[in-house]
């Protein structure tokens, strides 16, 4: 089952890149796996993903321990600061930070445990009030105060599209996000990079690939029975 869903969100990755003349090979996957036990999340390694994410700190802790090793665990939702210290324990990685006091809690931890945090910014490129993420307009001077930072190392930005029936109704978040990330490329912060643009999820990530990003967040569209 698993099987089919990745052959065929790879076949639609691949025709959204022919679309927007892109490389497949240029694209993660990250399987997003609140709520999936265990097994069906080994199955996934086993068909060739290697990149993992999840909501909650406490149900990664639960579980991580089942689940095949192998994988790389994202954070991708998010992270209250009294969480930071369990968090860094195991995940590699953290999209979803929305706030300088987050970033410093993170690189405080992180020093503390000898180890550099990748990070991406959390952008709320839609304007939400439930959402959320730095207002687009924060977002050059928040990485300013970041890049000082030495246990945390910025690699990107990342946003949440609303819920959305048709998914051309978040193209244009997904592309604010991509002209926030070159805007910022241009300003050359050092110790801040824009590797990576970690949007798109089930309902709109071809868009998303048409619009840049090179991460995607697929839940549903991946374990769907
Ligand atoms: C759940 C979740 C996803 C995946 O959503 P699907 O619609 O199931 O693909 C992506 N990003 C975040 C932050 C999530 O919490």
Redesign the pocket.
Known sequence: MIKDNIKEINKRIKNACKKAGREPGDITI?G?T?GVDPYTISEALVHGIRDI???RVHEVQKKRLSVMPGFKWHM??HLQTNKVKDAIEVFEFI??VDSLELARKIDKEAQKAGKTIDILLQVNTSGEEAKYGVRPEEVSNMLREISVLSGVKVKGL?T?TPLAEDPETVRPYLRSLREIAEKIKEEAIPNVEMEFL?MG???D?EVAVEEGANML???????KE
């Not at 967040?217 to 374990?223: D, H, N, V, W």
């Open positions: 990250i997003i609140k994410g999840e909501n991708v939702g999209h979803s990342m949440i970690s999820m089930s309902q990530f967040r697929i839940g549903t569209a991946l374990f």
